[in-house]
């Protein structure tokens, strides 16, 4: 089994999970969760809640930081940004296929990006899993909030990745477009399509029951197939581009 | 269709369309199914509601629904949803009384409740569902049926219309059928009087019996008649009802005796016929020839007035002074219920929410165990990152000791509070009044969710209306209605909850205790005796007198104890203060039940020392303690939600003054002084 992705000795892995640059990001985004964390403490007592009919911000605090951080980390991750290069190399654009590329996306590049966010997500596990104990979300709510995170990732990751391949790393039109994807995902969905937004699919479960401007499929259900539908999509587009090979695309990289 | 066919056997085109479009409206059948409610075919609904279609606003009322079903057998649930709020405060809430249905086919059922309405602005909903689905449904406007004087009952078969001009202003005059009475003593709730023939007696059920005897126990007030069909009187319902004893019919020249009682000069001629009762323990308020005309006999908190002639009759009824009459019979009702108890519940809420058994992990230890997973995830990150012979051995670090954080975060925080995620508290404040009258009883529910939580509360006694304690507080709360349901000797209350949800419920009734106490005054001091037979034991009881409470110690089950104070005690000691109870109240319980009971202890003797204050000089002493068990039968489900009960006991006791206190003392006696 290749997997190159893991431990990547000639630099031509999108983001090797450890590498330094990869080590670098995942010990930063489990401190900024960490100092969430710390913010969202329910520093009342409990009955205080109970009697308030106020829920403490736990969950939705450390969970939408998760969404953020591992959808900005994903797109990273996907757009060649994380790749171990020094300042140099970034200038020269110089061109470095990397496997992701080369190899079928299918049985490469996929596995890849879903061990990776697991793997992302596994290390905030202990954060999530406090901050889930705290607000008394239940196991379902929080099995849903845990697919959110991974799913919201990983879709990011997938878009990263498409930018990647059309643009290719360290462009300008290729980070605004990322950028732009982020933004459209995490803030304009929240107007045009609230069932597609994580953030609010977040604050439905942190409330605990189906939101009223959420159409009538757009509690959970809705989002996962909206999500699951637009991740079937990019995954299509990846691996019908990398089938192409990097000389049918265009881009400096 | 054959014929319709072209030569070639080909369907015609506008045929093939039509069948298309068919085809087309079916795939909405399903659609229009779900969005029209169904009706069942054959089904019907019939209801009464309140007496004589008049319901009193604020208070109990009955409702009978009778079902009649023609078409197939049917089982489901008959539900009347009554709602109150505002839609402006956003605090609309409906409350669900529920009842299994099931009628086979060509039957007629009728299904009593009792319910409290406190608005007229929402319309009463009756519905019978089936299968999760709606069959049948009524909407009835209350504008036109509620009244909110009390209302007096008239009851009988020769009630002549002129008798509602007589009876006293202030109440609304009903004439219902007897039938249709309610079957628990609070249906009786908005009632202020019954006037009954003794013929009503038999035409009322078991439980209608029951109902009209406790709500005369708890508060109500009844006029029976006598007269020439007095036969009822001597059968097991009147008896349920009050201690009579019938020894015939006897007729005297006139009720001219009435005059005295009335203030009128007694005008109408000839004899009358009278039957002559006894009721023990009863005072006679008119007498003829020695027959008792009017016994007035009081039960528990209400009174029964038996009148011994005929009052619908022609000779009574066209007395000049039948309206002074009943304006003076009126004047014996007892004063409204019991009134209200001494402490005031309001502030218990507050009290009760303070000690939970759930609360946040601490804060300290969670941080310090996720920093120490941060350290140990930085340290590897960085072994990773410097090193290049053991790196894939390090690599493996990072998802174990993930893994590892994950399932101690799982097992010591998330399950830890997803345990103490839904829970509950009771308060039960049980009253014996120092005049011999039944004891009183109240007890608020509490119901905590942290998660939201399907609560199911049984009372396994009748009798005892459960109602929600103040309205909900939020619009997204008011949704969580709760469903009530009479069963056979008790009654359930269902509850959805939201998480970080809180809901009260309030419930009252008179009970039957068997506790015996007595006080003395004498010249040695103060000598309290109390008699336990019940195998319910009294912790900490405290004793209150001429302005301070004195600890009593406990009553064990099964026995007598006796305490004596002495005068120089009494004369020299202040009793114990707030701060005592306080500084008993600060021990470190670890125990949140015990907690819960201590709270509430300090809460409960700040007003009972301020009301034992304020009678410095009293005819009587008060007991204050804690019971193990209360006479609920109260059990909560889901069985694994933490709970805790306080059962406060309170006792008044009349004091006897004597020369010398009582000084024998029987077995298991205890004494102290």
């Not at chain 2, 219309?161 to 908005?190: K, M, S």
């Not at chain 2, 500084?583 to 009972?608: G, K, M, P, T």
């Not at chain 2, 204050?613 to 068990?629: I, N, T």
Request: with cysteine; hydrophobic share 45%; charged share 20%.
């Amino acid at each position: 089994m290749r997997a190159e992705y893991l431990f990547d000795a000639q630099g031509r892995s999108l983001a090797p999970f450890f590498s330094r640059t990869m080590l670098g990001m995942s010990f930063n985004s489990l401190f900024v969760l960490s100092l969430i964390f710390l913010l969202f403490w329910p520093y009342r007592d409990l009955p205080a809640y109970v009697a308030s009919l106020k829920t403490p911000l736990s969950f939705l605090g450390v969970f939408t930081a998760a969404v953020l951080i591992n959808g900005y980390v994903g797109l990273v991750c996907g757009a060649n940004e994380a790749h171990p290069r020094d300042y140099f190399s970034r200038i020269e654009r110089r061109r470095v296929v990397t496997f992701e590329e080369e190899r079928d996306f299918l049985s490469y590049g996929l596995p890849g990006f879903v061990l990776h966010t697991l793997f992302l997500l596994g290390l905030q596990l202990p954060f999530l899993l406090a901050a889930a104990a705290l607000t008394g979300v239940p196991w379902i709510g929080l099995g849903q909030g845990l697919s959110i995170i991974m799913v919201t990732a990983l879709l990011c990751r997938l878009a990263g990745f498409l930018t990647y391949l059309h643009f290719g790393a360290w462009t300008r039109f290729g980070y605004m477009t990322t950028r732009a994807f982020l933004l459209a995902y995490l803030l304009a969905t929240g107007l045009l399509l609230p069932a597609a937004n994580p953030v609010l699919q977040i604050y439905a479960l942190h409330e605990g029951r189906p939101l009223d401007f959420l159409p009538t499929l757009g509690g959970y259900a809705g989002f996962l197939l909206i999500s699951l539908a637009v991740l079937l999509a990019l995954i299509l587009a990846a691996q019908v581009r990398v089938r192409r090979g990097p000389a049918g695309r265009q881009g400096g990289g | 269709m054959k014929a319709r066919q072209n030569r070639e056997g080909r369907t015609p085109v506008g045929q093939r369309r039509g069948g298309r479009f068919l085809l087309f409206l079916l795939c909405f059948a399903p659609v229009l199914f779900s969005v029209f409610p169904v009706r069942a075919a054959g089904l019907g609904l019939d209801y009464t509601l309140g007496f004589d279609s008049r319901f009193r606003l604020g208070a109990w009322t009955p409702l009978t629904v009778v079902l009649e079903n023609q078409g197939a057998p049917l089982r489901g649930v008959l539900e009347v949803v009554v709602t109150t709020g505002s839609e402006y405060y956003q605090n609309v809430h409906a409350t669900t009384h529920a009842a299994s249905v099931d009628l086979p086919a060509h039957t007629r059922k009728a299904y009593a409740f009792s319910l409290r309405i406190d608005a007229f602005s929402h319309p009463l909903i009756m519905r019978v569902k089936s299968g999760g689905r709606v069959v049948l449904r009524r909407s009835v406007n209350l504008r036109p049926h509620y009244v909110t004087e009390p209302l007096f009952l008239v009851l009988g078969e020769r009630i002549s219309p002129d008798l509602f001009g007589q009876l006293p202003a202030g109440g609304v005059p009903l004439a219902p059928l007897a039938r249709l009475l309610p079957r628990t003593w609070y249906g009786f709730e908005g009632v202020g009087m019954i006037l009954m023939e003794a013929a009503v007696l038999s035409a009322l059920d078991q439980d209608q019996a029951a109902a009209l005897a406790e709500w005369v126990r708890g508060g109500g007030f009844v006029v029976l008649c006598g007269g020439w069909r007095y036969e009822p009187l001597l059968g097991p319902q009147a008896q349920r009802l009050l201690p009579l004893t019938v020894s015939g019919l006897e007729q005297v020249a006139s009720l001219k005796s009435l005059a005295a009682f009335a203030g009128r000069p007694w005008t109408q001629p000839g004899p009358a016929p009278v039957v002559r009762a006894a009721i023990q323990g009863a005072e006679p308020l008119a007498v003829e020839d020695g027959l008792p005309l009017i016994l007035q006999k009081d039960l528990g908190y209400g009174r029964v007035i038996f009148l011994a002639f005929d009052p619908f009759a022609p000779s009574f009824s066209r007395w000049a002074g039948q309206a002074r009459f009943w304006e003076r019979v009126y004047g014996l009702k007892p004063p409204a219920g019991p009134g209200p108890m001494p402490l005031p519940l309001a502030g218990l809420e507050k009290e009760m929410l303070a000690e939970l058994p759930a609360g946040f992990p601490s804060f300290i230890w969670t941080a310090l165990f996720l920093g120490v997973y941060v350290v140990l995830v930085g340290l590897l990150l960085h072994r990773i990152e410097h090193t290049r012979t053991r790196q894939r051995l390090l690599a493996l670090g990072l998802p174990l000791a993930a893994a590892i954080f994950s399932l101690l975060c799982l097992g010591l925080l998330y399950a830890r509070q997803a345990d103490r995620g839904r829970s509950y508290s009771r308060f039960v404040h049980v009253m014996i009044p120092e005049d011999g009258r039944p004891a009183r009883l109240e007890a608020v529910v509490g119901l905590y969710a942290v998660r939201p939580t399907f609560f199911r509360v049984h009372l396994a006694r009748a009798g005892f209306p459960l109602r929600p304690l103040g309205a909900p507080l939020v619009a997204d709360q008011a949704r969580q209605d709760e469903v009530l349901s009479d069963e056979a000797g008790g009654q359930t209350l269902e509850a959805r909850m939201p998480a970080w949800s809180h809901r009260f419920f309030y419930l009252r009734g008179v009970v039957d205790l068997d506790l015996k106490a007595e006080a003395r005054l004498g010249d040695a001091g103060l000598e309290v005796a109390v008699d336990n037979p019940t195998g319910r034991a009294i912790r900490g009881v405290r004793l209150a007198y001429d302005g301070r409470l004195f600890d009593f110690g406990d009553v064990p089950a099964g026995r007598r104890l006796v305490r004596r104070l002495g005068q120089a005690r009494l004369r020299l000691e202040s009793g114990l203060d707030t701060a005592d109870l306080k500084r008993e109240s600060e021990s470190s319980a670890s125990d949140y039940q015990e907690r819960l009971r201590q709270r509430i202890e300090r809460w409960a003797f700040e007003f009972i020392l301020s009301s034992v204050k304020s009678r410095s000089h009293p005819e009587s002493v008060a007991l204050y303690g804690w019971l193990d068990e209360d006479p609920l039968g109260l059990a909560v489900r889901p069985g694994d939600a933490s709970g805790s009960v306080v059962r406060l006991l309170e006792w008044r006791v009349p004091l006897k003054r004597s020369g010398t206190a009582a000084t024998g003392h029987g077995q298991g006696t205890d004494h102290a002084g």
